[in-house]
Each structure stands twice: as C-alpha cells, then as structure tokens.
C-alpha cells in the first residue's frame, strides 16, 4: 500500500452507507480516515443497533439485473468500482426474486467489521455539532437523512439556506412462524429467480374484493401519529406510508404493493386473488420477514389491529412494528459543485441521502463518488467526473444540477430527492434502436426493451473505461 506518511487524515461525519463507503474508497486509495460515527453515544428515532451502515428500512436493494434495470446497473458499476457496501451485501443476501436483499444484521456487521479492521480507518465514537473545523482541511459531512439538529442549524448558517425535508416511513417485521401458511403460498412474481433465489422467494397473502375493502377502509380510518412541528413537510414518493396510498384512491394499493399480477395462489389456483400482501425474507436464516411496500404511521396498536385483518396474518408476531421519521437534504444543485464540494467552503463535501439521492445503494454511491473525489484532492491528482452516460454519472448529475426552477415561480427550490432511473440517463444516439433482423413486428413495448438494454450495456462499459477496469459486461443486443 501507497506510503502515507505524508497524509493528513480525511474527516468524515457520519458512519451510515454513504459515509462507510467513502472511508472505505479513501483508506484503499491509501489516504488515512478518521471516521466520525455519533451512534455509541447519542441514538437516533430509527437506529437500533451501533453498528455501522445499519439498515433502518427495507433490507432491500432492490432489482440487480444490470442488463435492463437503472438500479442493477448502478450495482455493477459499484462492484466494478470496489465498493464494500455491494461486497457486503454480496456475501450477506437473502432470497428475494430478482432483487438484491440482505440479512440486514449480518450485513452492517461485515461492514463495521471491514472498517473497523482496515488500518488506515480510525473510527472515533462522538457526535459532532457543528461543521468540521477548518484543521480538517478535507472533509464529508455524510449524517444521512437523521442528521442530528444541532449539525443541521450549523448547515444552515453556513449555507444561508433552509433545509428541505420529507417523511419517511418504516416497514413492519414479521416473526416468519407466526404466518398461516394454510393461507399464504411462496411464490416470486412471474416465479422470476433472481440472485440467491429459487423463484418462491416471497410470502403472498391473498384478498378477495370484500377483504380488501375493509381493509382499505381500516388503514384510512386507523390512528395515525401525528406531524407535531414537521406539519407540511412532504412525503418522498417512492417511500410513502400505506395509508397515504389509500387515502389517494381506494384502488391505488392494488395497482401498488398489493398487485396480485403475476401470482397464482397455491391453495385454489383457479381464483385470482382480487389483492396481494407480499413479504420478503429479511434475515439469512428465514425466520424474520419483512412486509413489501407497508411502510407506515400508524400508531402501534393501530398498526398491529390493522395488519392482522390480512388473511394469513391474523396471527402476526411483530419482530418490529413500521414507524415514520424525518429525512433531511440540502439543496444540491444550488450549494454544491459537481465534486460535490460545498460552493462556500472548498475542502468540505457532502454525501449520501443528505445531498437529496434516495435509496441504499445510490446513497452509497454518492458516498463512494466523495470518498474517490477527496483521495484526489488529498493526492494533489486530478479525478475527472464520471461520463454522464453511467450511473454515477446520470446520479451526480442530479443532484449537482438535475432540478428544474420554474418560469413562473424563480424563487421557488424544485429539487427533489430522486431514486436512480433511466429517466436521469442521456439519449442513445439517434439510429440506436434498431429492428432486429428477422423481427417482422416491432413493438414499442420490444422498443422500450432495448433501448434499456443498450443504456445499461452504454453505461458499465463507459464506467469501465473512467475507472480503467476490465470486466465482464453484457453483450449489447
């Protein structure tokens, strides 16, 4: 390893999955870290554990096709790039389809173990207040979207501006022995066999028109916890509470997270179930599972009421009911430049969901993007911005200038927290898309196909090419 006797060590705030992989990038470039982590000392509303990298949501990081999904590619590029975090979560899945899920506690531990062990990460257990000092001439601020108030206010009197901040809701857990499998079948939508999986990766718990009615009208009637002073603050989109989705339409559930498409109950096959409640395995040994899609604010016993009329659940065990928090992010595309620097203060770089990206993996990339950007800078070296064609490329890209200010309204901040997505990736070049030889129809649903499958095959080898790796890609159609 590079001798770094003549390194200052790069500050990091924030142990989460951004802030762990951007220490993990720093320290492999052979830069020394010192990781700021506040949890052993001061807890959070959603944290339950010390460990680094804890996953206080879903344990899963969703689709890993990269040959036509935006999240299965932002996965490869990771691998590519040597992220623990996919390492990580490589040796820690569990069976889930086609996405990638994780045994959430065997997870954070091989990550707090792997920066806990690397030599040049020191981890020091405080919480910090207020901006890193100026003696900390390189640093990321990476609190995640539970930054604590005190950092926030400094952010904000540093920036001049407010932050911005939505809700975010927690899934129940389920004990797996408490479900009636009489009822309940395993089955993977389309039985699709995804990583580690064998095509009956999920529990489906079926409902007829009556069941799902009720059901509907308990969750809009159900006490729910209150806003206090969050009143207003908006909801992300791609995570809202169940009870949200109901009270936007009664058959917005069915057409959401309890889409029976693509399921056959085993029990009377011939009957299409009119909804599905779907939980996934949460833990490596099967035991726990979570409920797809059921984030929620309803109240405990509300919540334990409600999730107990699904046919199969009447008799649920809760390892950990769902619950509702605050997520926090500054508003990128004004505040910071396309290394991610803060505009006002150079040295001092912001990472993961803070920066306004949602989702596991996309925040660790930001983080990942941090780290390799401050090893740089720290090494005096130049490290150009990923091609905007990739994933890391179309993400920063977003978040350092993707919103959109209104004519009408130019005072007004537009940016939104943002999952990655074909949306966020440039145009093929014109004459791409092709019809295939011997392909008689070509339908705009095959169209739509292969335009994913050329971004995603454009994306991993101009990812490949900015990091100077040799891999195994898939052929373009």
């Known amino acids: 390893m590079t001798d770094t006797s003549s390194y200052s060590p790069i500050h990091i705030i924030g142990g989460g999955l951004a802030g762990s992989e951007a220490a993990w990038q720093i320290a492999e470039a052979g830069i020394p870290v010192r990781l700021h982590e506040m949890r052993g000392v001061r807890g959070t509303d959603a944290h339950k554990t010390d460990n680094l990298a804890e996953l206080v949501c879903s344990n899963s990081f969703r689709s890993d096709d990269a040959t036509s999904n935006a999240v299965g590619v932002l996965h490869a590029e990771m691998r590519l790039a040597g992220s623990l975090i996919m390492s990580a979560a490589d040796r820690n899945q569990v069976p889930a389809g086609g996405a990638l899920a994780v ?11 792997a920066i806990e062990n690397h030599p040049l990460i020191t981890v020091v257990r405080e919480e910090v207040s207020g901006l890193p000092s100026k003696e900390w001439d390189l640093a990321i601020i990476a609190t995640g979207p539970l930054t604590a108030p005190s950092l926030a206010s400094a ?18 857990i389920i004990h797996t022995d408490s479900i009636n499998m009489d009822v309940c079948w395993f089955q993977s939508r389309y039985d699709k066999v995804g990583p580690g999986g064998t095509g009956k990766d999920y529990i489906n718990c079926p409902m007829n028109e009556e069941q799902y009615n009720a059901f509907v009208d308990a969750l809009i009637a159900g006490d729910k916890t209150g806003f206090k002073e969050w009143e207003g603050t908006p909801y992300f989109d791609g995570c809202l509470p169940i009870e949200v989705m109901a009270e936007r339409g009664r058959e917005t559930l069915r057409h959401g997270p309890m889409k029976p498409m693509g399921l056959t109950n085993a029990h009377n096959p011939t009957v299409k179930p009119y909804a599905v409640v779907q939980l996934r395995q949460d833990n490596a040994l099967g035991t726990l599972y979570n409920m797809v899609g059921f984030q929620t604010k309803l109240k405990y016993g509300a919540q334990a009421e409600v999730i107990r009329m699904i046919p199969g659940l009447e008799n649920a065990e809760f390892a950990r009911l769902g619950g509702l928090h605050r997520n926090t992010y500054i508003n990128s595309p004004v505040l910071l430049d396309p290394s991610l620097t803060l505009k006002s203060r150079p040295g001092l770089r912001f990472a993961g969901q803070i920066t306004g990206c949602e989702g596991y993996v996309e925040s660790a990339s930001i983080g990942l993007l941090a780290g390799r950007f401050a090893a740089a800078e720290r090494k005096g070296e130049p490290l150009p911005l990923p091609p905007a064609t990739t994933a890391f490329g179309s993400l920063l890209n977003h978040i350092t200038g993707g919103h959109i200010v209104s004519d009408d309204e130019p005072g007004k901040r537009s940016f939104q927290p943002m999952n990655i997505n074909f949306g966020l990736f440039p145009l093929l070049e014109p004459g791409a898309i092709t019809k295939p030889e011997g392909v008689k129809r070509f339908r705009g649903k095959d169209k739509t196909v292969m335009k994913k499958q050329l971004v995603a095959a454009r994306a991993l080898e101009d990812c490949a090419a900015w990091l100077g790796t040799v891999a195994n890609l898939p052929t373009r159609p």
Do not use: K
């Open 155 to 172: 952010i904000q009197a540093e920036t001049g501006a407010d932050a911005l901040a939505f809700f975010d809701a927690i899934a129940p």
């Open 103 to 113: 045994d959430r506690d065997g997870f954070s531990h091989a990550v707090t173990q």
